[in-house]
């Protein structure tokens, strides 16, 4: 199945607040993925929440749905949102989708 980094798992790593450089293990973190023409895709519900890695020091993981119907070559915006204790972030990356390595 094609997708993002032939992985259907998203993750944010190491959250500190950029102030105090605490780590963060108590934030809302939602993931929205739009399509190459700007709408959000279909195939599962989103904003999508990343749940909190018990005892990781910040690492918030979420998996998304195999329905969605990623094409190999587009290029898909991921818009991730993060409010924590009075902060709030918001990070955009884009990723491109490739056939799997796994050749399924």
């Given at each position: 199945?094609p ?92 990723k ?9």
């Open positions: 199945m997708s993002p980094n032939n992985t259907s798992s998203v993750e944010v790593k190491g959250l500190r607040n950029a102030v105090t450089n605490e780590i963060i293990n108590d934030a809302d973190v939602t993931l929205i993925v739009y399509d190459s023409l700007g709408a959000i895709m279909t195939g599962d519900t989103f904003p999508k929440t990343l749940e909190y890695v018990t005892d990781s020091k910040g690492v918030y993981r979420a998996t998304l749905s195999a329905t969605i119907p990623w094409i190999v070559g587009d290029t898909y915006k991921y818009v991730y949102t993060v409010l924590a204790s009075g902060l709030a972030l918001t990070t955009v990356c884009y491109t989708a490739t056939e799997s390595s796994c050749g399924c």
